[in-house]
């Protein structure tokens, strides 16, 4: 069955660096989204995308995010200066046409800022 | 704007119990309700979902749920847990319409006695 994949599984950095976090969301599918879980607390929103720009975003997602589908198989989230407060779990999300809100989940990448 | 409660940080129950998880959401229309678990270390499954039709809808893994539009509630239960439920477990309320974020209760861990 198909499914969304993530890369990298952890990603340690330090603070002040850029990372990008790497999702291959499901082939058919069209609205590709990104959600943070900062660890002990619920998944947060922060970014949905669709025919190739944003399509809503949350207070979260402020000028140091970025997304972006570079090759139309690849999305990317990219966080240009990380805080400490970056450091959570990040999950890419994607919806197939016609099955409005049943997205599917990868398995997140763990990002740590030291 | 929609939300979602999960009332129960943390519930604890012994093997062969049944189990219900409350869940209540405010939104302004017929919602897209959604019961996601997650393993320690991994990412969001989908047990099941409601958007219409019949308000009690089978989830994979031997799961239901009751949506009850005049409680704003959409409870998981199941007749008789296995160890192997030991997991977190998130209510999501989306927006009707394709393309729209979720947004998640804060979950509740289940925690399941042998």
């Known amino acids: 069955e198909p499914e969304v994949t993530q890369t990298p599984s952890h990603q340690v950095t330090q603070m002040g660096q850029e990372v990008i976090l790497r999702c291959v969301p499901i082939s058919n599918h069209l609205y590709f989204y990104w959600y943070r879980q900062i660890l002990g607390q619920k998944v947060e929103f922060l970014v949905s995308f669709y025919n190739n720009e944003i399509s809503e975003k949350s207070e979260i997602f402020d000028d140091q995010f970025s997304v972006e589908r570079p090759d139309g198989s690849n999305f990317t989230l990219k966080i240009r200066s990380t805080k400490l407060e970056d450091s959570a779990m990040y999950f890419c999300?994607?919806?197939?046409?016609?099955?409005?809100?049943?997205?599917?989940f990868g398995p997140g990448t763990r990002l740590t800022v030291l | 704007a929609q939300s979602v409660t999960q009332p129960d940080i943390h519930i604890t129950v012994s093997e062969g119990a049944s189990l219900e998880l409350r869940c209540n959401y405010s939104y302004g229309a017929t919602p897209y309700l959604f019961w996601y678990v997650q393993s320690p270390g991994q990412g969001l499954q989908l047990l099941l979902k409601y958007f219409s039709g019949d308000t009690l809808v089978q989830g994979i893994k031997g799961f239901e749920a009751e949506f009850k539009r005049s409680q704003s509630s959409f409870n998981l239960r199941k007749p008789s847990v296995h160890w192997s439920d030991a997991a977190e477990y998130f209510c999501a309320v989306g927006a009707t319409g394709g393309g729209n974020k979720l947004t998640f209760g804060t979950g509740t861990q289940l925690k399941v006695e042998l």
């Open positions: 999300a994607s919806i197939k046409m016609g099955r409005e809100n049943e997205q599917f």
